[in-house]
Structures are given as C-alpha cells and as structure tokens.
Nanobody, 114 residues
Framework: QVQLVESGGGLVQAGGSLRLSCAAS????????MGWYRQAPGKQRERVAT???????NYADSVKGRFTISRDNAKNTVYLQMSTLKPEDAAVYYC????????WGQGTQVTVSS
C-alpha cells in the first residue's frame, strides 16, 4: 500500500507559477511510474505528465513547454512545476504511482484567475 499526499495547490493569477509536490509513503519510489493528472468540474480526469523509473517523461500537448515533472527518489517526492498558468489549467490535480497497481493521492486544488 502506497499513500500519496499532494500539496502546493492554491490560487494564482494567469501567467503565474505553482509547484505541486507529492510525498509518497514508500521508500521504493524509484520502481514506480509517477504521474500527475487533473480533473476540472464536469470533465474527465486527464493525464498531465508522467515520468518512468528511468526518467522518461511524457506530457499532455496542452502543457508541453509550461509544466515540468521531476522526482527526488531520495525524498520519496514527485514535483510538478507549472508555469505560465492559464485559466484552463484550473482543476484538482492528482498524483499517481503506478507499478503493478496504480495508487492515487487525494488531490490538490489549483485555481487560476484571469
């Protein structure tokens, strides 16, 4: 069982930046593909960014060049650096850890004012 706790969400003006953090309860974070997903009201959850154990990253087209996923396995933490935020980025952001099973955090709200 892996517990994930997101933090760092909040209210930011359009064009601003936020860094989300995801702290994992496991000491073997390195074996997981880590990801960030988001869900806006009335919409399906969508993938934002993922990073494999080997460090390969993948981003949704809508965030490429603006968001960066990173991980610190020693701290059991994954980050999502978000820059040049747009109102359409507003959502609840969820952290995930996937190996043979996928674990989810409880989410953190990001609000972007125009």
């Amino acid at each position: 069982q892996v517990q994930l706790v997101e933090s760092g969400g909040g209210l930011v003006q359009a064009g601003g930046s936020l860094r989300l953090s995801c702290a994992a309860s496991t000491t073997t974070l390195s074996i997981f593909t880590m990801g960030w997903y988001r869900q806006a009201p009335g919409k399906q959850r969508e993938r934002v960014a993922t990073m494999t154990p080997g460090g390969l990253t993948n981003y949704a087209d809508s965030v490429k060049g603006r968001f960066t996923i990173s991980r610190d396995n020693a701290k059991n933490t994954v980050y999502l650096q978000m820059s040049t935020l747009k109102p359409e980025d507003a959502a609840v952001y969820y952290c995930s850890a996937r190996a043979s099973y996928i674990y989810w955090g409880q989410g953190t709200q990001v609000t972007v004012s125009s």
